[in-house]
């Protein structure tokens, strides 16, 4: 990936990230780094702690780092891949669903209402922004 478009992508989610952060962070819940990371395994589990660190941008350590409050919370599971010792897989509990659908779905339901409400053409956006993931990762 160009470096250019890799540093305009990480600025975008560093921007959403913050926007969100004041409504998220709650000593008592989920912050928005763990909400995102749940939203994301929703979508792609079982994965590799690996692929899930790819999916997110970020290190293999940090993943490793923010899993360890969401497995003993019992949000996550994590367990040896059975096809490669060396890999952990990770799944999300039902609790960590629930949880994830109860602090993190209405908060992407608010955006984009807020965006569609704003004329932002969000389906599109949306549309676009697969197929642009879809573009990056087989390269």
Request: avoid cysteine.
């Amino acid at each position: 990936m160009d470096d250019g478009l890799a540093d305009l992508l990480h600025r975008v989610v560093m921007l959403l990230g913050e926007a969100t952060r004041q409504r998220t962070d709650d000593p008592d819940g989920l912050t928005y780094s763990q909400i995102r990371l749940l939203g994301t395994l929703e979508d792609i589990e079982p994965v590799t702690q690996h692929r899930l660190a790819q999916a997110l941008s970020v290190s293999d350590p940090a993943i490793s780092r923010a899993l360890r409050p969401l497995e003993a919370g019992g949000l996550v599971q994590i367990t040896i891949d059975p096809a490669h010792a060396r890999r952990r897989l990770v799944r999300l509990t039902e609790a960590g669903r629930n949880a994830f659908h109860a602090a993190g779905k209405p908060l992407y339901d608010e955006l984009r209402a807020g965006l569609v409400a704003a004329g932002f053409p969000y389906e599109r956006y949306l549309e676009d922004t697969r197929r642009l993931a879809e573009f990056l990762a087989s390269d």
